[in-house]
């Protein structure tokens, strides 16, 4: 299985990173090559995976609203790349933001929400009509 991994933008993903999404993260995609599968990261520059990097700028300075919302533009730019580059079975997104970068495109995704589930906006755990192809399935799973 070619599994694409996204982090939260504005963190780099290892095993010491400060958050804990990105520390799960870093052990998911680590355990899907022991097990034998293809694991691409998208990630903030900086990040340490087992498999593949692939970066995108890691924010400098004050994290403003226009730096968010740089990153996230960057984040969605480079899974476009990724899923027009590689065979991609399915997209696992752990940062708060995902719905802001995730592809319209009809692809497997699934999201871990890492957060309380008050820090996500309502939308997001709504279920898109299947019927339509141009909106994209949201599988949600809540890590306690």
């Not at 990261?41 to 609203?65: F, K, M, R």
């Not at 476009?80 to 079975?89: G, I, K, N, S, T």
């Not at 890492?114 to 399935?137: D, G, M």
Request: proline residues 7%; hydrophobic residues 40%; charged residues 20%.
């Amino acid at each position: 299985m070619n599994v694409l991994s996204v982090g939260y933008p504005l963190f780099p993903v290892s095993a010491d990173s400060a958050g804990g999404a990105e520390q799960i993260l870093f052990l998911l995609e680590r355990g899907l090559m022991k097990a034998g599968h293809r694991s691409i990261v998208i990630a903030a520059q900086g990040s340490c995976v087992t498999g593949e990097l692939v970066e995108t700028p890691a924010p400098a300075g004050e994290i403003t609203d226009a730096v968010r919302e740089h990153a996230q533009h960057a984040h969605a730019a480079c899974i476009e790349r990724v899923l027009e580059q590689f065979p991609v079975d399915l997209v696992h997104f752990h940062g708060l933001d995902f719905s802001t970068y995730m592809p319209a495109r009809p692809i497997l995704k699934v999201v871990t929400l890492h957060l309380p589930l008050a820090w996500y906006p309502p939308s997001i755990f709504k279920r898109q009509n299947r019927s339509e192809e141009h909106t994209s399935e949201l599988q949600s799973h809540h890590d306690l």
